[in-house]
Nanobody, 124 residues
Framework: QVQLVESGGGLVQAGGSLRLSCAASGRTFSSYDMGWFRQAPGKEREFVAAIFWYGGKTYYADSVKGRFTISRDNAKNTVYLQMNSLKPEDTAVYYC?????????????????WGQGTQVIVSS
């Protein structure tokens, strides 16, 4: 079992930046694939970014590539999402997730544990 707690969301103007954090409980954090997903009102949950347990390989949705950066600090049991050049279409609830089976997946159903989400609002 792992518990995830996101923080860092808020209201920002278009072009601005935010850094989301996700703190995880448990001693096996380094062995999980970690992902960030988001869900806007009336839309399905979508993949944003992932960082895999082995080698720290990262993967991004095309919509955020070049603007967002995912990273992890295994010593702090924390994964981050640095979001730059934010756009109004980035407005959503952002969720942190952990995949214990390490599928190397971007599909939300492969992720086993989820945080409660943090709201990001980007004004135009």
């Amino acid at each position: 079992q792992v518990q995830l707690v996101e923080s860092g969301g808020g209201l920002v103007q278009a072009g601005g930046s935010l850094r989301l954090s996700c703190a995880a409980s448990g001693r096996t954090f380094s062995s999980y694939d970690m992902g960030w997903f988001r869900q806007a009102p009336g839309k399905e949950r979508e993949f944003v970014a992932a960082i895999f347990w082995y080698g720290g390989k990262t993967y991004y949705a095309d919509s955020v590539k070049g603007r967002f950066t995912i990273s992890r600090d295994n010593a702090k049991n924390t994964v981050y999402l640095q979001m730059n050049s934010l756009k109004p279409e980035d407005t959503a609830v952002y969720y942190c997730a952990a995949d214990q089976d390490r599928y190397g997946s971007t599909w939300y159903k492969d992720y086993d544990y989820w945080g409660q989400g943090t709201q990001v609002i980007v004004s135009s």
